[in-house]
């Protein structure tokens, strides 16, 4: 079964509203969460490193004011993407890694489909 | 960041034995090789991960030469439903950065009945 769920699987808003997805790890502590975006046809893209009590590590240009990271506990980090437009619609994917820091696998969630209108 | 290069898509039959090959020329001491498949509109799932030789699990084999710097990821009789991307991944995964594990494009797997 899934051990990282994501909620919701697909939302769609309003072009200016702000939409907040969840990442969670099910059966496991993940001190670090990865968020990345995928456009149709195209590779996933990392946007940024969830840290678990500390602030998100953004990959180079993707504004961090925009796309918003908390990671307030063990097992949950959000996402919030704030005035979003219709160029923000996209396929957003989390990830954590289970595991002491020798154990390699990485779960990713089953992603969420944003569409702004 | 060890860069990876993939064939962009194959076709196979239904039965057959499929195999994808990734380069990484410039692999790094620590890095593992690791690959994934991806079903349209759902994340990535974990197949199979090595570091040098062969691996085998239930689902797959992977290959890796002695230098590393290509790897072969074989998927014994093939169905309908392996049509999918499969991404090959090198990196540190000892590390705590996904920065390491960066996927390359992919390759489009269809299988044909």
């Known amino acids: 079964g899934a051990v990282v769920s994501q909620h919701p699987s697909r939302v769609i808003c309003k072009s200016g509203t702000s939409v907040k997805i969840e990442c969670r790890s099910l059966?496991?502590?993940?001190?670090?969460m990865f968020w990345y975006r995928q456009f149709p046809k195209q590779s996933l893209m990392l946007m940024a490193t969830?840290?678990?009590?500390?602030?998100?590590?953004?990959e180079q240009g993707v504004e961090k004011d925009k796309f918003l990271i908390n990671h307030a506990s063990l097992t949950l980090s959000t996402l919030t993407v704030t005035s979003a437009h219709p160029e923000d619609s996209s396929f957003y994917i989390c990830?954590?890694?289970?595991?002491?820091?020798?154990?390699?696998?990485?779960?990713f969630g089953e992603g969420s489909r944003l569409t702004v209108l | 960041l060890a860069k990876t290069t993939q064939p962009i898509s194959m076709d196979s039959y239904e039965g057959q034995e499929v195999n994808i090959t990734c380069s990484h020329n410039?692999?790094?001491?620590?890095?593992?090789i690791t690959w994934y498949q991806q079903f349209p509109s759902q994340g990535p799932r974990f197949i199979i991960q090595?570091?040098?030789t062969k691996v085998t699990n239930e689902v797959a084999s992977l290959f890796i030469p002695a230098d590393r710097k290509s790897s072969t990821l074989s998927l014994p009789r093939v169905s309908l439903s392996d049509t999918a991307v499969y991404y090959c991944?090198?990196?540190?995964?000892?590390?705590?950065?996904?920065?390491?594990?960066?996927f390359g494009s992919g390759t489009q797997l269809t299988v044909l009945p």
């Open positions: 969830s840290n678990e009590g500390s602030k998100a590590t953004y």
């Open positions: 090595g570091y040098k």
């Open positions: 410039n692999i790094a001491t620590n890095d593992y």
């Open positions: 991944l090198v990196g540190d995964v000892s590390s705590g950065s996904a920065r390491q594990l960066t």
């Open positions: 059966d496991f502590q993940a001190t670090t």
């Open positions: 990830s954590a890694r289970r595991g002491g820091p020798n154990t390699g696998e990485l779960f």
